[in-house]
């Protein structure tokens, strides 16, 4: 393995200078160290933590001078690197482990010097955590240098989000105590779905906490069945630590049992600008409301729909509407869920249309004396859901930016690494940029050194400036320009073909979906052939009308984008949705995201409360799968579709 500037070979004649080539590292002169055992010293070497590094380094030259012991200078040397390291001083140990020859340690100390190289780069930009898991793998028969291992294995699979890998190390290299059991179950929670049967089969000891997480993922809706096979888990696993510091969300999720909504107000704006918005999801919660009531017993206790224009009321206005009732669907407008903040009575649980900038600094709700009653569970969880004033609230967005961050999230973990990001210069496409930019950076922080590519980003401002923009990111116009120049220079018919830059490996278009239909076949044509491989198109449901031409599709062959289940041929509503269709035959694609939006927003005011103390709860809406974060946001993940010989196909079966 290469690792920049890291360590080198060096005849152990270059030992006898060590201590002057030290020192010259220095400015000042070499101080005398406070003699403490360092923690990376295994029990073979302790014995040399009283001395300091520089008594070790003539220790290890008199050794090697008097004995001839190779096997004993080197373990001297690795000492005094240790050291080095322990009292930070990384140019010190990087001086000295360039002497040792590493191609002639033992194994057992070629694995320490592997430790203590990882140690010293774990962070440097010149190396990647991959890299550095390399060089504490596999694991030693030595138990401390194994713990070591562990614990810095720990740490790097965390960099890479690799969750498994991670809660697995910290099983082996720490006691179990509730703060390593929170840990690795919050490190489980977060494997994605497709990982967990792998996860199961290569981590054994993970397989409790899995075996937990798809008890609460399945049943965590259903308090009852939930506590009565948390008890038989509890028999299955008793003595485990995980019993033994039992998550306590997991027992609040137990003990709810929430009202069945009755008076539902809903704010929406419907009159005005937004009239046509608001009545879009007005009409899918009605639709959803009918469904829901239809079998119905007892007329008596149908619950109520009472619909508040927003427009032109005031906050106070809008509180008398609500008046008594404990449940709310809206907001939709971000500046009327902000006027409602600490207006709302403390019973009052409000689903908002919108998100807002929390407050980061507002404390959590108590969950002390959780009750049945939902206003003093709901949205409140162990790690500080936040709300507005003292009511609960969550919030419920069809967030483009949320779009943009899940498709950086795709195209990271699928192994991209030099993408080109081409944006309309307009407000909402430049705002998924910024969600898209900072995810990235996010992931790509997860790389060091070569491995660490910037975003190429293009923004065009009209169709005009679409081609110029394309081809200047591709390299396909600098191509050319090289072409015209050496046919200048020798004055002869050149037969050759501009070629696109050969590092991009995925594009992402952040445009309209008239913008897109022209983008993709420019795309198309401007990536050479000659390479071997297809640079795939990725785009959000931004890019896709469903309304338009049929010749749209031909457009944007083999283009993968992100849409809701409602939109894709996997619709979980078929019937319902032929039903409307028939009914509405000039609706638009955005009014029929905006009437799914609507049918979620009513089917999940029940589901709240689970889903605030649950993260692994998800609801498959017909605007995505849908779970709660620690603010109370619902996070929607969409499914990833493409077009494929005209027709929108479902990506999973196209593989």
């Not at 009511?391 to 973990?413: G, K, S, V, W």
Request: charged letters at 20%; aromatic letters at 8%.
């Amino acid at each position: 393995m290469h690792l920049p500037r890291i360590v080198t070979s060096i005849k152990p004649a270059v030992i006898s200078a060590m201590l002057v080539l030290l020192a010259a590292c220095s400015s000042s002169p070499v101080q005398q160290v406070k003699k403490v055992a360092p923690e990376v010293i295994s029990p073979v070497e302790q014995v040399n933590a009283t001395f300091t590094p520089e008594e070790l380094i003539e220790q290890a030259k008199m050794v090697w001078q008097n004995e001839q012991n190779k096997e004993k200078r080197d373990a001297l040397l690795l000492d005094a690197v240790a050291m080095y390291i322990n009292q930070l001083d990384a140019l010190k140990a990087q001086v000295l482990l360039k002497t040792i020859e590493r191609g002639s340690l033992s194994d057992k100390l070629s694995e320490r010097a592997n430790l203590l190289i990882a140690q010293l780069y774990m962070n440097s930009s010149e190396a990647s955590a991959s890299e550095l898991i390399t060089l504490v793998s596999p694991l030693s028969n030595d138990e401390t240098v194994r713990q070591q291992q562990r614990q810095l294995q720990t740490e790097l699979y965390l960099r890479l989000q690799d969750w498994a890998a991670a809660a697995n190390a910290l099983i082996h290299s720490q006691a179990a105590t509730q703060d390593t059991v929170a840990k690795i179950w919050e490190w489980t929670n977060r494997i994605p779905k497709e990982q967990l049967e792998k996860a199961q089969q290569e981590f054994p000891k993970l397989r409790p906490y899995i075996a937990l997480r798809d008890l609460v993922a399945s049943y965590g809706l259903q308090p009852k069945k939930l506590s009565k096979d948390i008890t038989q888990f509890k028999r299955v696993f008793r003595g485990h630590p995980l019993i033994d510091y039992w998550p306590e969300a997991v027992t609040k999720a137990t003990q709810i049992s929430p009202p069945a909504p009755d008076n539902i107000v809903v704010l929406l704006p419907l009159s005005g600008r937004l009239e046509a918005t608001g009545n879009a999801v007005k009409e899918g919660i009605v639709a959803a409301y009918f469904e829901h009531t239809a079998n119905y017993s007892n007329r008596r206790n149908v619950p109520t729909l009472h619909f508040v224009d927003t427009v032109g009321k005031s906050a106070i206005d809008l509180v008398d509407a609500i008046g008594e009732s404990r449940w709310v669907i809206g907001p939709l407008i971000k500046e009327t869920i902000e006027s409602l903040q600490g207006k709302l009575p403390p019973s009052t649980n409000m689903l908002a249309l919108n998100r807002i900038d929390l407050d980061k600094t507002a404390m959590p709700l108590s969950t002390e004396g959780l009750t049945n009653d939902l206003t003093r569970s709901a949205i409140t969880t162990d790690s500080a859901r936040q709300h507005v004033g003292s009511h609960a609230t969550a919030y419920f967005a069809l967030a483009p930016e949320d779009e943009a961050a899940q498709l950086a999230d795709l195209i990271f973990f699928n192994g991209y690494r030099a993408p080109v990001v081409i944006t309309s210069d307009s407000s909402i496409y430049q705002r998924m940029l910024m969600s898209f930019s900072s995810r990235w950076e996010e992931l790509n922080a997860l790389r060091k050194g070569r491995n660490k590519i910037s975003l190429t980003k293009v923004t065009y401002t009209d169709n005009n400036s679409l081609r110029d923009s394309v081809t200047q990111a591709l390299g396909v116009a600098q191509s050319e320009k090289r072409i015209n120049q050496i046919r200048y220079m020798v004055n002869e018919e050149l037969y050759n073909m501009p070629r696109n830059r050969e590092d991009i490996d995925a594009i992402v278009a952040f445009a309209s979906p008239e913008q897109t239909e022209l983008l993709n076949p420019i795309i198309e044509a401007s990536i050479s052939p000659f390479y071997g491989k297809t640079v795939p198109v990725y785009a959000t449901s931004r890019s896709m009308e469903y309304d338009s031409t049929k010749n749209q599709w031909r457009d944007l062959q083999n283009v993968r984008f992100l849409d809701m289940p409602w939109m894709l041929p996997n619709n979980p509503r078929k019937r319902m949705q032929e039903e409307i269709s028939n009914f509405w035959q000039d609706r638009s694609t955005q009014e029929s995201r905006l009437f799914a939006f609507g049918i979620d927003a009513f089917q999940l005011l029940p589901n709240l409360a689970s889903m605030a103390l649950l993260p692994q709860v998800a609801v498959s809406g017909l605007t995505g799968e849908l779970t709660m974060n620690e603010q109370g946001e619902i996070i929607r993940t969409l499914p990833q579709a493409w077009i494929n010989n005209q027709k929108v196909t479902l990506f999973k079966q196209a593989k």
